[in-house]
Nanobody, 123 residues
């Protein structure tokens, strides 16, 4: 089982940027499709972005397309989420998740999860 640890969250103003990192241990990240999900208070878990095992086929939710970029560095066993032009509605706890197999957007398809990192965007 792969273990995932997120970092890079924080407090930014509207229009600011953050880069989240998801560091894998226990297994090589090149064996896994990795996704980012987020959960705001009182809301369910929302899909944000996903990238395939070899780092191709990035796919984004409509709410972040054009602002967020997911990337994978298999040599560093890390997946990144570059977030630009942040908005207050992006405020949430961001989790990375791993699955063996093709990219999916449902959280029920992912078996390994990190603890999350808080992102807060002030207006």
């Amino acid at each position: 089982q792969v273990q995932l640890v997120e970092s890079g969250g924080g407090l930014v103003h509207t229009g600011g940027s953050l880069r989240l990192s998801c560091l894998a241990s226990g297994r090589t990240i090149s064996s896994y499709t990795i996704a980012w999900f987020r959960q705001a208070p009182g809301n369910g878990r929302e899909f944000v972005a996903v990238i395939s095992r070899l780092g191709g086929d990035p796919y984004y939710s409509d709410s972040v397309k054009g602002r967020f970029t997911i990337s994978k560095d298999n040599a560093k066993n890390t997946v990144y989420l570059q977030m630009n032009d942040l908005k207050p509605e992006d405020t949430a706890v961001y989790h990375c998740a791993a699955r063996v197999g093709l990219p999916r957007t449902s959280d029920s398809d992912f078996s390994s999860w990190g603890q999350g990192t808080q992102v807060t965007v002030s207006s």
